[in-house]
């Protein structure tokens, strides 16, 4: 059985792969495609941020299920906030050590639904040889133990002491390492993490130590939030090479093609950033917490900002009812909000101040062919009523359609159903960001977040697998074709 190699190259716009490869700067991307098959549009879960998305990848679901509800969310039974890593302000204002705790050992080790398996564990499980670079989601069935193998990590390892549970081979920043392969991260430095990914699946491959590898390529990502999306052939190209890398290692390009099946995908895209959206001074009347010191259990609300997009939380138990409501006349009001999503009893709502509000909800039993079923690009059934101008959708014999707003109905409904989610979602419009807790953002820049095809739709190109033809893909179609690869479905 062959090898296989899943490549993710964080944030990768489907335009700017093509364009790194017509210039001449990716060739092993260039072969891939070549052996293979490039999907021009792999849509990312809602809001479509790393942590939400690479936990989507990893385990095949969206956070409905697996429970990761953005890069900066509510813990309502702990009543504070989780964030995984928006900006080093936004670590500052919220705790480092609290902010290090939840993204190397919380996101894995309590947020990850325990019933959300992850590929390593699913290919654990099967006796596959697992092998993993640093990638939020790492859980597995093998433990390690933190590193001691550099000054730096054992300096780190007054915070970072516990073990944890991932997949054969892990190498996660400098922190965990099975093995000493002398490759340094810099503890996941940007710039570095990229390089540190294909020292180490250098490594590996040259000692053929893996039959599953997963080669995290964030750098992508942090090029793009400085220097705007049309800057990717750049950070594309940086990727390329470490793919190159791990191909020359185990033998060259060719007899690597001959001997691994390949997945190249992106979590999510980019789009420009011109603008600030003021969440915060939206509701400046309310009790927020962390806001001018107001404590989790005095506070009415929690601000979630995810970049384009943001949640917040109504925090008076008893009082949810009335307070939704002025939520939402709030969130109306605010520039730059273009969707707006919420819960009303069974159904869910899509709002746009400007065009109109839609209702939906899944179709069950015989709702499917009832009055105002539709079934969307995936061949999921809805019942939808109201205004389709909502999401500038269209509607053709029981086709659902809302091309600028990819898979909408299904990546709201996990958003909203999602148990640790905020009770009112936000999406910005283009070209607007919502600054994170330590005032960060990314203007003239890139950014993503939204329900907006412009930061939704990343890269896909693959080889050496069957192609299963969706007419619609998904960020989570990468881990069943994994999965069906090693017979471990």
């Known amino acids: 059985m062959r090898r296989l190699l899943l490549a ?31 999907v021009s549009s792999l849509c990312a879960a809602f809001p479509s941020v790393t942590p939400v998305c690479a936990t989507s990848i990893a385990t095949g679901v969206l956070q409905d299920r697996h429970r990761i509800a953005a890069m900066n969310w509510w813990k309502r039974d702990e009543r504070r906030y989780v964030e995984y890593g928006s900006s080093f302000r936004a670590a500052r204002k919220l705790g480092i050590a609290r902010q290090l705790t939840d ?40 433990e390690h133990r933190v590193s001691r193998e550099t000054a730096l990590t054992r300096l780190a390892g007054q915070l970072f002491r516990k073990p944890v549970l991932g997949p054969r081979e892990l190498f996660y920043a400098d922190i965990f390492a099975s093995r000493e392969t002398g490759c340094r991260g810099q503890m996941g430095l940007p710039g570095i993490r990229d390089q540190h990914s294909g020292c180490v699946g250098a490594w590996l491959a040259a000692r053929d130590l893996y039959d599953f590898l997963l080669l995290s390529l964030p750098d992508n990502d942090t090029h793009s939030h400085k220097n705007g999306p049309h800057a990717q052939p750049v950070s594309i190209a940086a990727a390329d090479a470490q793919i ?36 915060r001074g939206a509701f400046a009347e309310w009790e927020v917490a962390g806001e001018s010191g107001v404590a989790g259990e005095d506070a009415e609300l929690a601000l979630c900002p995810n970049q384009r997009a943001a949640m917040v939380y109504a925090l008076v138990e008893h009082g949810r009812a009335a307070v939704v409501p002025r939520v939402l ?28 509000t839609l ?9 499917g062919g009832g009055p105002g079923a539709v ?26 359609d809302a091309p600028d707003y990819p898979d909408a109905l299904r990546r709201v409904w996990a958003a909203l159903t999602c148990a640790t989610s905020g009770d009112v979602l936000l999406s910005a419009a283009p070209g607007y960001e919502f600054p994170d807790w330590g005032g960060a953002a990314h203007l003239g820049g890139g950014s993503h977040g939204s329900l907006h095809h412009s930061d939704s739709l990343g890269a896909l190109v693959f080889c050496g697998l069957e192609d299963p033809g969706h007419e619609q893909w998904s960020i989570t179609d990468v881990a069943p074709m994994v999965r069906a690869h090693f017979g471990a479905a």
Not at 253 to 274: G, M, R, Y
Not at 359 to 367: E, I, L, S, Y
Not at 376 to 400: C, E, I, K, M
């Open 103 to 142: 993204t190397v050992y919380n996101l894995n080790g309590s947020h990850l639904a325990e019933d959300a398996p992850t590929i390593y564990e699913s290919l654990d499980d099967a006796g596959i040889r697992t092998a993993g670079t640093t990638y939020l989601v790492y859980r597995g069935r093998h």
């Open 8 to 38: 993710v190259i964080d944030g990768c716009k489907p335009s700017m792969l093509d364009r790194a490869i017509e210039q001449g700067d990716a060739p092993a991307l260039r072969a891939i495609r070549e052996r293979g098959t490039q």
């Open 375 to 400: 079934r969307d690009a995936r061949g999921n059934a809805w019942t939808v009523a109201g205004d389709l101008a909502a999401l500038s959708a269209q509607t053709s014999d029981g086709r659902f």
């Open 244 to 279: 190159m890398r791990v191909a020359e290692a185990a033998g060259g390009l060719q007899t690597f093609l001959d001997t691994h099946a390949v997945v190249v995908c992106a979590d999510h895209s980019h789009a420009a950033v011109e603008q600030r959206i003021d969440l």
């Open 359 to 367: 209702r939906f909800a899944p179709a069950t039993g015989g709702d």
């Open 329 to 356: 006349a709030t969130a109306r009001e605010i520039d730059g909000v273009d969707v707006l999503a919420y819960r009303d009893g069974e159904q869910g709502v899509i709002e746009s101040p400007a065009r109109g």
